[in-house]
């Protein structure tokens, strides 16, 4: 079983959709729980970040972690095409347990 | 701000060849990650320093690739020789720390495309 496990998609919505993106992961020492966008040939770009279990909200995005079932999400309101892209999770135990481990990412595209 | 700089953005090599990449992190940026992007997969974490001393470099593989960051600012990844396997993307990133609040503030490159043939 692998650490971090993320649906590759891909995943396609008309633009105003509400879009729901998800991992799951087996390592209960995760505490860093982090979302980044990748656009085509450019590196990753950090969206959001979550410390723990509970919600985060910046602007159209969402970020929930449920630690209880190892599970977290992005939630994107108000897709716009803008938003095409490949979004990965990424998680880290913190402390000595600093490295990040990042999900296959899910392909984005949002159609006008 | 300048963000993470890499070079070259591409490169095509036969197997067998070597190859370097080069990185210069964000201004002030203490700790330097090297990450392999395979088509499909998420950024596996070749190795990380902190100034210019090697924190974590497990998952190298030590017998073709190699990294130096000489002065604590630019590094180059080199692999020699190269294999098939290794076609992918090279990721810089930086950090103003490799640990704690910091972790996760991790600045991308654009990345180097290699294409092993």
């Known amino acids: 079983q692998k650490e971090v496990e993320q649906d590759p998609g891909p995943l396609s919505v008309p633009e105003g959709a509400i879009v729901s993106l998800n991992c799951t992961y087996s390592?209960?020492?995760?505490?860093?729980f982090m979302w980044y966008r990748q656009y085509s040939r450019k590196g990753p770009e950090l969206l959001m970040y979550?410390?723990?279990?509970g919600n985060k909200e910046d602007g159209r995005f969402t970020a929930q972690v449920d630690k209880s079932s190892k599970y977290i999400s992005l939630f994107i309101r108000d897709s716009q095409p803008s938003d095409s892209a490949t979004y990965l999770c990424?998680?880290?135990?913190?402390?000595?347990?600093?490295?990040?481990?990042f999900g296959k990412g899910t392909l984005l595209t949002v159609n006008p | 701000e300048a963000g993470v700089a890499q070079s070259p953005r591409y490169k095509i090599i036969e197997k067998r060849q070597s190859v370097a990449f080069w990185c210069n992190p964000i201004?002030?940026?203490?700790?330097l990650y090297w990450y392999q992007q395979i088509l499909g997969q998420g950024p596996k974490l070749l190795i990380q320093?902190?100034?210019?001393?090697?924190?974590?470099d497990s998952q190298l593989p030590k017998d073709r690739f190699s990294a130096e960051r000489l002065k604590g600012v630019d590094s180059t990844l080199k692999i020699q020789p190269a294999k098939l396997e290794d076609s992918a993307v090279y990721l810089c990133?930086?950090?103003?720390?490799?640990?704690?609040?910091?972790?996760?503030?991790?600045?991308f490159g654009p990345g180097t495309r290699l294409t092993v043939t």
């Open positions: 990133a930086s950090s103003l720390a490799g640990s704690g609040v910091f972790l996760y503030e991790q600045y």
């Open positions: 390592n209960s020492a995760f505490q860093y």
């Open positions: 979550t410390y723990s279990s």
């Open positions: 990424a998680m880290s135990g913190g402390g000595s347990n600093y490295k990040l481990t």
């Open positions: 201004s002030g940026h203490a700790t």
């Open positions: 320093f902190q100034n210019n001393g090697v924190v974590d």
